[in-house]
């Protein structure tokens, strides 16, 4: 039986990768898609593939109205977590791949979710080279215990940090906290020029047109460093295998999992 998936965000970058990807699985069946922007018009019509007849829904709780076995967000900081709480309370699993959420969303989506026995898996990127970034990262956190992140986008990306920079900090603050020779709330001067602390790391978001995303971490020991960077590009395309394979393994657990590479065999 094939998994039955509503994308909401579906005709926005990634979700139009993703609606076209999800169409031609052997494994996937698109029954549901999302946009504020095209409500009620035809899917096939705005993604210019006639093949495809599926009306788009104006909201999620609108889409889930038809059955659904997984909800996959591409929306915005503003929406996703209440998407992802009207798919728990109608038990669907969750792939979520909007950025914006904080520690205590998703301890909430976590509790909501272990309530209704569903899974829902937070990728941070979905793309695979950013899941070996953040592995070799916290294979080095384990030597070096100095470190600094900084985060790249074009100057239309409303959240900061990324959702890749926030889960890269969270998954190092798993391994340990960083040592810093001068405390920065000692700082002298503008402290807020050394970043925001996010998950005991100190974080630098950088926001200038001409950028695409990215992310670094940069660790510094004496007379040497260690700098692992992730680039992505411009084509959506990156994030759509990760996503799949999060949508196929997400209704084997319950609760929150984070990171795509809890799932990677």
């Known amino acids: 039986m094939k998994i039955r998936v509503c994308v909401a965000g579906a005709t926005g970058l990634v979700g139009r990768s993703l609606v076209h990807a999800i169409y ?11 946009s504020r922007t095209y409500k009620e018009q035809n899917l096939g019509v705005v993604l210019n593939n006639p093949q495809i007849d599926l009306t788009i829904s104006g909201s999620v709780e609108e889409a889930l109205r038809i059955r659904t076995h997984v909800l996959i967000d591409y929306t915005h900081p503003s929406v996703v977590k209440s998407n992802v ?7 669907v699993h969750v792939v979520i791949g909007t950025s914006g959420l904080v520690e205590d969303d998703y301890a909430e989506i976590d509790g909501a979710a272990r309530n209704k026995k569903v899974g829902v898996l937070a990728g941070g990127n979905f793309a695979i080279t950013a899941v070996l970034m953040q592995q070799f990262a916290l294979e080095a956190a384990k030597h070096i215990p100095q470190w600094e ?3 790249y986008a074009d100057a239309s990306k409303v959240d900061s940090p990324s959702g890749t920079v926030s889960e890269l900090a969270y998954r190092l603050s798993q391994i340990r906290e960083p040592v810093y020779h001068h405390p920065v709330e000692d700082t002298f001067g503008q402290k807020e020029s050394r970043g925001a602390t996010v998950s005991g790391c100190q974080v630098h978001s950088i926001r200038l047109p001409g950028y695409s995303f990215s992310a670094e971490i940069i660790f510094g ?13 411009n084509s959506a395309e990156i994030y759509v295998p990760g996503t799949l394979l999060a949508a196929q393994k997400v209704g084997s657990f319950v609760g929150l999992v984070r990171g795509l590479d809890s799932i990677l065999e």
Not at 221 to 233: D, F, V
Request: aromatic share 0%; hydrophobic share 45%; charged share 25%.
């Open 85 to 91: 709480l009207c798919a728990i309370n109608n038990e």
């Open 149 to 151: 992140i900084i985060g």
């Open 221 to 233: 020991m004496p007379n040497e460093k260690l700098i692992i960077r992730h680039e992505a590009g």
């Open 24 to 34: 031609s699985s052997e494994d996937l069946e698109l029954v549901g898609a999302v």
